[in-house]
């Protein structure tokens, strides 16, 4: 029997919602899913988590698109959350993610599926759809960029906004490389409060995924680096945005006003994507699926309905 993934609080919406997980194969490896609803009859949602390195729990409001009669399939992607944890910094490529998605896909058999990724999913979205995959009726890409040198520039800017001390802090240690310290680590999360998610204290699902990341850091130290917004990883040059144009699957973009992806980042992915639908958040920041939960799933769900 597979070990049952993480219970939802009594306390969320979607604690009642009937589920079923499982691990299916990757290669050598196996990877946990999370299957939400049953005896659904519209096209099933799949959906991508970020990081690179989370987990799906921050995720978990994304569960309550079942209560409309449709499917919403979670997995932890390779080296994090419940999936297998291979220790091999060789393995962690974008090419290696892009392929698990077409795993996940035959392993649950979703022949016909509406994809959404998150930060990092939704970049693995927009490559996965670069490949032209068959069967996808449509594209959700939320806080995503087509360009980690614009994310990083970006970043850069709204970190000039924060105030000077916790400026100074961030350098200091990134400059000595001592971006574990306590002091780092402190200060970093002024910028995520702004930033990555505006509801503070943080919701035991997001905190789950942060400490997940925590926990076994080296997926998201290779890919990304040590925060949200020094990136020194294999990520650092990646940029997409003259191939956004090649994506033919109905797209449509989520972003929060307050977001690390910024506005300029997602209308960039919008203009770039023929036909795409951007949304913006005014309340939210990188998780608006967390800061205006009731607003997301309307606008995710009607968009969903309309491509079933």
Same mark, same amino acid.
């Given at each position: 029997?597979?070990?049952? @993934?993480?219970?939802?609080?009594?306390a969320?919406?979607?604690?009642?919602?009937?589920?079923?997980?499982?691990?299916?194969?990757?290669?050598?490896?196996?990877?946990?899913?999370?299957?939400?609803?049953?005896?659904?009859?519209?096209?099933?949602?799949l959906?991508?988590?970020? *990081?690179?390195?989370?987990?799906?729990?921050?995720?978990?409001?994304?569960?309550?698109?079942?209560?409309a *009669?449709?499917?919403?399939?979670?997995?932890?992607?390779?080296?994090?959350?419940?999936?297998?944890?291979?220790?091999?910094?060789?393995?962690?490529?974008?090419?290696?993610?892009?392929?698990?998605?077409?795993?996940?896909?035959?392993?649950?058999?979703?022949?016909?599926?509406?994809?959404?990724?998150?930060s990092?999913?939704?970049?693995?979205?927009?490559?996965?759809?670069?490949?032209?995959?068959?069967?996808?009726?449509?594209?959700?890409?939320?806080?995503?960029?087509?360009?980690?040198?614009?994310?990083?520039?970006?970043?850069?800017?709204?970190?000039?906004?924060?105030?000077?001390?916790?400026?100074a802090?961030?350098?200091?240690?990134?400059?000595?490389?001592?971006?574990?310290?306590?002091?780092?680590?402190?200060?970093?999360?002024?910028?995520?409060?702004?930033?990555?998610?505006?509801?503070?204290?943080?919701?035991?699902?997001?905190?789950?995924?942060?400490?997940?990341?925590?926990?076994?850091?080296?997926?998201?130290?290779?890919?990304?680096?040590?925060?949200?917004?020094?990136?020194?990883?294999?990520?650092?040059?990646?940029?997409?945005?003259g191939?956004?144009?090649?994506?033919?699957?109905?797209?449509?973009?989520?972003?929060g006003?307050?977001?690390?992806?910024?506005?300029?980042?997602?209308?960039?992915?919008?203009?770039?994507?023929? @036909?795409?639908?951007?949304?913006?958040?005014?309340?939210?920041?990188?998780?608006?699926?967390?800061?205006?939960?009731?607003?997301?799933?309307?606008?995710?769900?009607?968009?969903?309905?309309?491509?079933?």
């Open positions: 029997m597979p070990t049952p @993934g993480p219970l939802p609080s009594p969320h919406a979607w604690a009642s919602i009937p589920y079923t997980d499982g691990y299916i194969p990757f290669g050598e490896f196996k990877d946990w899913y999370r299957v939400v609803g049953e005896h659904a009859d519209k096209t099933p949602l959906v991508l988590h970020g *990081g690179p390195g989370a987990a799906h729990d921050y995720l978990e409001p994304i569960s309550l698109l079942a209560n *009669g449709r499917k919403v399939y979670f997995y932890d992607q390779l080296g994090c959350g419940l999936s297998d944890h291979p220790h091999n910094p060789d393995l962690w490529t974008v090419e290696l993610f892009v392929e698990e998605v077409d795993a996940v896909r035959q392993g649950l058999g979703l022949t016909e599926l509406h994809i959404l990724g998150q990092w999913g939704g970049m693995l979205a927009m490559e996965y759809a670069l490949t032209q995959p068959k069967g996808v009726r449509s594209l959700t890409i939320a806080n995503s960029p087509a360009s980690m040198i614009q994310w990083v520039a970006e970043a850069n800017r709204l970190r000039e906004e924060l105030p000077s001390d916790i400026q802090t961030l350098l200091k240690h990134e400059a000595d490389e001592t971006t574990g310290d306590p002091a780092y680590l402190e200060a970093m999360m002024v910028f995520y409060y702004r930033h990555v998610c505006r509801v503070n204290p943080f919701p035991d699902y997001v905190t789950r995924s942060f400490d997940q990341i925590e926990a076994d850091p080296e997926v998201y130290h290779t890919m990304n680096g040590p925060s949200e917004f020094h990136c020194i990883g294999k990520l650092k040059p990646w940029d997409i945005i191939r956004l144009p090649e994506i033919s699957i109905p797209s449509l973009v989520i972003s006003k307050y977001d690390e992806a910024t506005p300029l980042i997602a209308e960039t992915v919008a203009n770039g994507i023929p @036909g795409a639908k951007w949304e913006l958040f005014e309340h939210s920041s990188h998780m608006p699926h967390v800061e205006e939960t009731e607003k997301y799933m309307k606008v995710v769900g009607d968009w969903l309905a309309a491509n079933d």
